[in-house]
């Protein structure tokens, strides 16, 4: 493992527009004093209005990726992100279990903010039997929670990982509520904040998972985490950049700000 500095690893899509994927997530680490490092699972052509093409890469050469950083730096924690097929689902789930990856967060990106379908019917089934018993912590908010099981949820629902934390923001009216439940304490507790009228959100799903994987390396208890990662999450989106003509970034390094004032 890594000694005095905390790194966090990234096992994602890259974004060539910057504001969502191993971009969003490096950005997210860095600005929140975690060293970063990137497993790329696919690249994509894409910008603020959507997906112009992805070309999803061989699932040796992902798994090569986190054998290579984990061997040599360690990782305090990890997130995973865009992963497409269900092979590359596989090898990722194998090797974070195979090196014990501590604190591994997932977000089950199945949706790109444009629409795009970001998930296959079997990479979904991969992501529930395959990686969500390695993950500490699985991050969907509350369409993709029942898509991801295929049923309707409960409140106290770990969704089969150590923990789950199913995001309202995109339910209308009132304060963004999240849920959190984590079965290995017991545990059931909701977070709030403002919510903001802004088409600037590309990338918060990544954003929100990246930093509860900084706090969790920095060595925060999970309820911790949280309650930072949502708060980081929601200045970045207050700060919303109005970049390109579709759903600009948030803005990682204004909301970084807040932790360096």
Same mark, same amino acid.
């Given at each position: 493992?890594?000694?005095?500095?905390? +790194?966090?690893?990234?096992?994602?899509?890259?974004?060539?527009?910057?504001?969502?994927?191993?971009? @969003?997530?490096?950005?997210?680490?860095?600005?929140?004093?975690?060293?970063?490092?990137?497993?790329?699972?696919?690249?994509?052509?894409?910008?603020? +209005?959507?997906?112009?093409?992805?070309?999803?890469?061989?699932?040796?050469?992902?798994?090569?990726?986190?054998?290579?950083?984990?061997?040599?730096?360690?990782?305090?924690?990890?997130?995973?992100?865009?992963?497409?097929?269900?092979?590359?689902?596989?090898?990722?789930?194998?090797?974070?279990?195979?090196?014990?990856?501590?604190? +591994?967060? *997932?977000?089950? *990106?199945?949706?790109?903010?444009?629409?795009?379908?970001?998930?296959?019917?079997?990479?979904?089934?991969?992501?529930?039997?395959?990686?969500?018993?390695?993950?500490?912590?699985?991050?969907?908010?509350?369409?993709?929670?029942?898509?991801?099981?295929?049923?309707?949820?409960?409140?106290?629902?770990?969704?089969?990982?150590?923990?789950?934390?199913?995001?309202?923001?995109?339910?209308?009216?009132?304060?963004?509520?999240?849920?959190?439940?984590?079965?290995?304490?017991?545990?059931t507790m909701r977070f709030s904040s403002p919510?903001?009228?802004?088409?600037?959100?590309?990338?918060? &799903?990544?954003?929100?998972?990246?930093?509860?994987?900084?706090?969790? @390396?920095? &060595?925060?208890?999970?309820?911790?985490?949280?309650?930072?990662a949502k708060r980081f999450v929601t200045e970045?989106?207050?700060?919303?950049?109005?970049? &390109?003509?579709?759903?600009?970034?948030?803005?990682?390094?204004?909301?970084?700000?807040?932790?360096?004032?």
């Amino acid at each position: 493992m890594s000694e005095g500095t905390p +790194v966090a690893l990234t096992i994602a899509g890259s974004d060539s527009g910057g504001g969502a994927g191993i971009q @969003a997530d490096l950005k997210t680490f860095t600005v929140l004093g975690v060293y970063g490092m990137s497993a790329i699972t696919a690249i994509t052509a894409q910008d603020t +209005v959507g997906v112009r093409d992805a070309l999803v890469l061989a699932p040796a050469l992902v798994a090569g990726q986190i054998d290579a950083v984990v061997e040599d730096i360690g990782c305090d924690a990890a997130k995973t992100g865009m992963l497409g097929t269900a092979e590359v689902v596989a090898a990722v789930a194998e090797r974070l279990a195979h090196h014990a990856v501590p604190n +591994v967060v *997932v977000d089950p *990106v199945m949706v790109a903010k444009s629409g795009d379908r970001l998930l296959d019917e079997d990479a979904r089934v991969a992501v529930v039997e395959r990686l969500l018993p390695v993950a500490r912590i699985v991050t969907p908010n509350l369409p993709e929670a029942e898509e991801l099981l295929g049923r309707e949820i409960a409140a106290e629902d770990a969704l089969g990982a150590g923990a789950a934390i199913v995001k309202g923001g995109h339910l209308r009216g009132g304060e963004a509520v999240d849920v959190l439940h984590d079965a290995r304490m017991g545990e059931t507790m909701r977070f709030s904040s403002p919510r903001i009228d802004t088409r600037n959100t590309h990338g918060t &799903g990544c954003t929100f998972s990246a930093a509860m994987a900084a706090f969790l @390396a920095r &060595g925060y208890r999970l309820d911790a985490a949280v309650a930072w990662a949502k708060r980081f999450v929601t200045e970045a989106i207050r700060r919303g950049l109005p970049l &390109g003509s579709g759903h600009g970034p948030t803005d990682h390094i204004g909301a970084g700000r807040l932790f360096h004032s």
